[in-house]
T-cell receptor, first 111, second 112 residues
Framework: DGGITQSPKYLFRKEGQNVTLSCEQN?????MYWYRQDPGQGLRLIYYSQIVNDFQKGDIAEGYSVSREKKESFPLTVTSAQKNPTAFYLC??????????FGPGTRLLVL | GQQLNQSPQSMFIQEGEDVSMNCTSSSIFNTWLWYKQDPGEGPVLLIALYKAGELTSNGRLTAQFGITRKDSFLNISASIPSDVGIYFCAGPRGSTLGRLYFGRGTQLTVWP
């Protein structure tokens, strides 16, 4: 089946630890995105990539890092510099630059 | 900061009722998108609007692209329990390609 997969569904982070969230798509989409969602708020863009080996910061990139070595994959690392990492993280991809399709999300919790 | 103003923030309705929600922006959008998010899942695209004045339906859902290009509306007719979720409007801004801005969402609760 074509689609976007995110893993794991739930992730726990200890203080001072870096964690990496996986996002894979087999839709042959060029662009991929990472969003953060907090209760009662809209989705906020962390990073996006329109082509392999290139990515741009979104509105809340501080404390996060990404890589885009393959078209299918866009992993997000939440670093220890992100002081409030507890949130629901959503990955999306698109062929056009407007119609984005989302994965099922990863919920990150800090222990 | 937040680019889109979505209202209402939440709605509590009885099964069978119609629902209306809207989204406004201080800037012109050339595309409006409406997504639905079920609890604990990613948003799913419901309707995409590409032309001012456009009215598009998807089953019991109808969305309109405002003439001013600064607003959009989503209506749900004859609501059912599975309509429960958060509805988001979204749109790109001008030449900022690849960036979608989202409203804060409308939380819909449907009582049987």
């Amino acid at each position: 089946d074509g689609g976007i997969t995110q893993s794991p569904k739930y992730l726990f982070r200890k203080e001072g630890q870096n964690v990496t969230l996986s996002c894979e798509q087999n839709l042959n989409h060029d662009a991929m995105y990472w969003y953060r969602q907090d209760p009662g708020q809209g989705l906020r863009l962390i990073y996006y990539s329109q082509i392999v080996n290139d990515f741009q910061k979104g509105d809340i990139a501080e404390g996060y890092s990404v890589s885009r070595e393959k078209k299918e994959s866009f992993p997000l690392t939440v670093t220890s510099a992100q002081k409030n990492p507890t949130a629901f993280y959503l990955c999306a991809s698109s062929r056009t630059q407007e119609t984005q399709y989302f994965g099922p999300g990863t919920r990150l919790l800090v222990l | 900061g937040q680019q889109l103003n979505q209202s209402p923030q939440s709605m509590f309705i009885q099964e069978g009722e119609d629902v209306s929600m809207n989204c406004t922006s201080s800037s012109i959008f050339n595309t409006w998108l409406w997504y639905k998010q079920d609890p604990g899942e990613g948003p799913v695209l419901l309707i995409a609007l590409y032309k001012a004045g456009e009215l598009t339906s998807n089953g019991r859902l109808t969305a309109q692209f405002g003439i001013t290009r600064k607003d959009s509306f989503l209506n749900i007719s004859a609501s059912i329990p599975s309509d429960v979720g958060i509805y988001f409007c979204a749109g790109p801004r001008g030449s900022t390609l690849g960036r979608l801005y989202f409203g804060r969402g409308t939380q819909l609760t449907v009582w049987p």
